[in-house]
Nanobody
Framework: QVQLVESGGGSVQAGGFLRLSCVGIGSITAITAMGWYRQAPGNEREMVALLPNDGIPLYGDSVKGRFTISRDDAKNTASLHMNNLKPEDSAVYYC??????????????WGQGTQVTVSS
């Protein structure tokens, strides 16, 4: 099994920045993609940033130019640098990894979520 542990959430004022980190713990043998998603109350979970193996990041329209995703496969980690935060960025942020393990073929895993709150 794979456990994703997230850190770095918190409260910040509009215009501020935060850095989220995620580490995958378990028998990961290959990673296909790592990404970040978010869900605000009353909304569906949406993709924030995704970094597949081709190295070309994908970003949600609302965060383009402000957020940057990176990953380190040797450490099974992913990070999300969030700049110029806006109140509408407030949500629970979830790390996601698509990976193979010694026990299972390709499947997705989710972190427990970390709260980001941006005040105006």
């Amino acid at each position: 099994q794979v456990q994703l542990v997230e850190s770095g959430g918190g409260s910040v004022q509009a215009g501020g920045f935060l850095r989220l980190s995620c580490v995958g713990i378990g028998s990961i043998t290959a990673i296909t993609a790592m990404g970040w998603y978010r869900q605000a109350p009353g909304n569906e979970r949406e993709m924030v940033a995704l970094l597949p193996n081709d190295g070309i990041p994908l970003y949600g329209d609302s965060v383009k130019g402000r957020f940057t995703i990176s990953r380190d496969d040797a450490k099974n980690t992913a990070s999300l640098h969030m700049n110029n935060l806006k109140p509408e960025d407030s949500a629970v942020y979830y790390c996601n990894i698509v990976a193979r393990t010694r026990e299972f073929s390709l499947r997705g895993y989710w972190g427990q979520g970390t709260q980001v709150t941006v005040s105006s």
